[in-house]
């Protein structure tokens, strides 16, 4: 079992930059791929951005890249996802996920899930 726990939503203006992190205390992920995916209201969940076992391993939904950087640093156990130039349809709650197969880009692939952290993206 890998508990994941998401940091550092908040709100923010429209081109602003934020950086969101995904631990998973008491347990390394190393070995596994991690997911970041949204769900705005009302709507289903999304893929964002996948990094695999080894950094340099990263996979973008189209739509995504360019203004999203997912990365990892192992020794702290942490995947990070720097959000560059957010706009308002960026609002959602990011989740975290892992999984063992890189890269995974569906919902129902992901092993295990954080809870989320919220991010408000304003006009």
């Known amino acids: 079992q890998v508990q994941l726990v998401e940091s550092g939503g908040g709100l923010l203006q429209a081109g602003s930059s934020l950086r969101i992190t995904c631990t998973a205390p008491?347990?390394?992920?190393?070995?596994?791929?991690v997911d970041w995916f949204r769900q705005a209201p009302g709507k289903e969940r999304e893929f964002v951005a996948a990094?695999?076992?080894?950094?340099?391993?990263?996979y973008y939904a189209d739509s995504m890249r360019g203004r999203f950087t997912i990365s990892r640093d192992n020794a702290k156990n942490t995947v990070y996802l720097q959000m560059n130039s957010l706009k308002p349809e960026d609002t959602a709650v990011y989740y975290c996920?892992?999984?063992?197969?890189?890269?995974?880009?569906?919902?129902?692939?992901?092993?295990?899930w954080g809870k989320g952290t919220l991010v408000t993206v304003s006009s």
């Open positions: 996920a892992a999984t063992r197969a890189f890269p995974q880009v569906r919902v129902d692939g992901m092993e295990y």
């Open positions: 008491g347990r390394t992920f190393s070995s596994y791929a």
């Open positions: 990094i695999g076992w080894s950094p340099n391993s990263v």
